[in-house]
């Protein structure tokens, strides 16, 4: 099946073959037909499988068929994060380059004037996280009364983040009368909630089993002290010569000393996170696709909507402590058919980690400790709690043992 087999309009084949597309993922040939008759969909893709264009080139010839004169805001997407508003909006203007519709991203971190000058000028879709889309509603500097598409984009992870409330104050003062597109990793009970109330006899589409990593993507463990985890990482990296790797950190801080240990080892890398300016999380992400940073540390907020071709390794520093998240991660990797590896780098601490996330992918990862970074055997596991060792129960984790109950602390198996 190619493009045209889709339906699509000349100018939108034209900018699809100038990106270098030739034949349409899963999703994109069970979703566009749907979302170009003008039905309510359901969409279950994990990151890497195309989703973006399957839901941007039908809103855009969507609105094409219903030519207007008038310059009224009349798509919205909304994002968790500000990357993934910033990756759509350029794929939204990558697609519609032939097309006379004008599309503006908001999020916050940044000045809100200019967003208001352009708002002002007219625009036809706006790509958006919730909040500053609200501060902008709040000041009236955007009309949402002709919105004829919505799209939530990772849902999942909008109410994993508590947006929850935002997402219900915008849906409130949308039209009724909409084409309204959600699409989620994971359908969990809540996601179908939202859906229930908000969509109108939707089509369900779904591409990939639930919360199953990329098939291309190779998984290993390294089992390491926490200690000598950063001493490991950069002999990795520098002894495999890896020029684009992608590592996880649990927290802010984390990242912060892993990009300035690596950094003092001789490899260029950059931290992205929540606290960085956006001038910053742009900057480090520009350079870390134009090869001019090698590694990327980053939190898992800051890491939604990297969308980088050809991503060769991803590092869990530190494994996850919700196991859909390490799905997540490793879905960075091995994208539009191209191999990837994944590797987790795990500490003693983190072997109930471990073992809740092989629960969930119904397998074992290979565990191969690297020689002269044999754990410790002699160090026993303390509780992960909120992203650090100590002082409160994280989510995810089992509650305190009572009493009675068996409490040997897991330990790495001697081989």
Same mark, same amino acid.
């Given at each position: ?66 030519? *207007?004169?008038?310059?009224? $805001?009349?798509?919205? #997407?909304? /994002? &968790?994060? @500000?990357? =993934? ?32 000058? *352009?708002?002002?000028?007219? $625009?036809?879709?706006? #790509?958006? /996280? &919730?909040? @500053?889309? =609200? ?281």
């Amino acid at each position: 099946m190619s493009f045209k087999d889709l339906g699509l309009i000349d100018e939108l084949l034209r900018a699809i073959e100038e990106q270098g597309y030739t034949t349409p993922t899963p999703i994109q040939q069970n979703a566009i037909p749907i979302i170009l008759k003008g039905a309510d969909i359901m969409g279950g893709a994990q990151t890497g499988t195309g989703k973006t264009a399957g839901f941007t080139l039908p809103l855009l010839q969507r609105l094409m068929a219903k030519k *207007t004169s008038s310059r009224r $805001v009349r798509a919205l #997407i909304l /994002t &968790p994060t @500000r990357e =993934l508003a910033a990756q759509i909006a350029e794929n939204v203007e990558d697609y519609g380059k032939y097309l006379p519709l004008k599309s503006t991203v908001i999020f916050g971190g940044v000045n809100i004037k200019p967003q208001i000058n *352009t708002l002002r000028s007219g $625009v036809d879709i706006i #790509i958006a /996280t &919730p909040g @500053r889309l =609200l501060d902008h509603v709040n000041q009236k500097t955007v009309d949402l009364s002709e919105i004829e598409i919505l799209v939530l984009d990772e849902a999942d992870r909008m109410l994993d983040m508590g947006f929850i409330h935002d997402i219900r104050k915008v849906l409130n003062i949308l039209p009724k009368n909409r084409q309204t597109l959600l699409f989620s990793a994971t359908f969990s009970s809540e996601i179908k909630s939202l859906a229930a109330g908000i969509l109108k006899s939707p089509e369900t589409v779904e591409v990939a089993r639930h919360n199953t990593p990329a098939e291309l993507v190779s998984q290993v463990v390294h089992p390491v002290d926490n200690k000598r985890k950063k001493e490991l990482l950069a002999s990795l990296i520098a002894t495999n010569n890896w020029k684009q790797v992608l590592v996880f950190t649990r927290t802010k801080h984390g990242a912060n000393k892993v990009s300035e240990h690596l950094i003092k080892a001789g490899i260029t890398s950059a931290a992205i996170h929540g606290n960085k300016s956006q001038s910053a999380r742009t900057s480090a992400l520009d350079g870390f696709k134009r090869g001019s940073v090698r590694v990327l540390v980053a939190t898992d907020i800051a890491a939604r909507g990297i969308d980088i071709d050809l991503l060769p390794h991803v590092v869990n520093y530190e494994l996850p402590n919700v196991p859909e998240d390490y799905v997540h991660r490793i879905g960075r990797t091995g994208r539009a058919g191209n191999e990837g590896e994944a590797l987790s780098l795990v500490c003693v601490d983190e072997l109930k980690l471990l073992y809740d996330i092989e629960k969930l992918l119904k397998r074992k990862i290979p565990s191969v400790t690297i020689a002269g970074y044999d754990p410790d055997p002699t160090i026993k596991a303390e509780p992960i709690l909120n992203g650090r060792n100590g002082g409160g129960q994280s989510r995810g984790s089992k509650p305190p043992q009572r009493a009675g109950q068996n409490n040997r602390r897991p330990q790495f198996n001697k081989k």
